[in-house]
């Protein structure tokens, strides 16, 4: 595997459900991001990692919670979401924090039903 | 965050080039210029970016004017693989500048016709 890859593709879940999303990073990288793009807005940087510590949270619901385990994986735990979290998550890392380009997995397409 | 102004769409037939427009009338000194495209249902991929001095890689070429105050994103000879909708986005260079976060307008959907 090279690159960034997310797990799973598509998600579907019910409000009470408890999943989690996985990304895994294989550049060797030291900053990792989650976003969300949904169809009405532009993309919104959730939580940015850098060395495993979280150094951003943009005012993120507590229903969504991150976990950083190592530089390599990234998870977000969804727990009692709602209809409108239904939306693109994406997965991103890059060389440090800053400027630096960021590679982006292709996603995992969440539904809340 | 310096914003920057894109044409919603355009098109393209294949293997002719692409100039992609992109005003950003109100870039700082410490502005990088970046460009994203996201191709359907996958996630934005880095395309290149450039501070002054035009840029070229694998992907593409980037343009840059010498006031900065736009810049142009050349797709050599289009492809059906290229089709995307393309962001031009400003990156502040300085620590603590917010330059971890992407910020995406609407950026211009690229159709490129066989």
């Known amino acids: 595997e090279t690159g960034v890859t997310q797990t799973p593709r598509h998600l579907v879940m019910g409000m009470t459900n408890k999943k989690s999303l996985k990304c895994e990073q294989h550049l060797g990288h030291n900053a990792m991001y989650w976003y969300k793009q949904s169809a009405k807005k532009p993309l919104e940087l959730m939580f940015v990692y850098s060395l495993e510590e979280r150094v951003e949270n943009n005012s993120v619901p507590s229903r969504f919670s991150p976990e950083c385990p190592n530089s390599s994986h990234l998870f977000l735990h969804l727990h009692t979401l709602q209809p409108e979290d239904s939306a693109l998550y994406l997965c991103?890392?890059?060389?440090?924090?800053?400027?630096?380009?960021?590679?982006f997995g292709p996603g995992t397409r969440l539904t809340v039903t | 965050d310096a914003k920057t102004t894109q044409p919603n769409s355009m098109e393209s037939n294949e293997e002719e080039p692409v100039h992609l427009p992109c005003n950003h009338s109100?870039?700082?000194?410490?502005?990088?210029i970046h460009w994203y495209r996201q191709l359907p249902s996958q996630g934005p991929e880095y395309v290149i970016h450039g501070l002054t001095s035009n840029v070229n890689n694998r992907m593409a070429s980037l343009a840059i004017a010498e006031d900065r105050k736009s810049s142009t994103l050349i797709l050599h000879r289009a492809t059906l693989r290229d089709a995307a909708v393309y962001y031009c986005?400003?990156?502040?260079?300085?620590?603590?500048?917010?330059?971890?976060?992407?910020?995406f307008g609407k950026g211009t959907k690229l159709t490129v016709n066989p």
């Open positions: 109100t870039i700082s000194g410490t502005d990088y």
């Open positions: 991103a890392s890059s060389l440090d924090r800053g400027y630096y380009e960021q590679y």
């Open positions: 986005i400003l990156r502040d260079v300085r620590d603590g500048g917010g330059s971890e976060k992407l910020v």
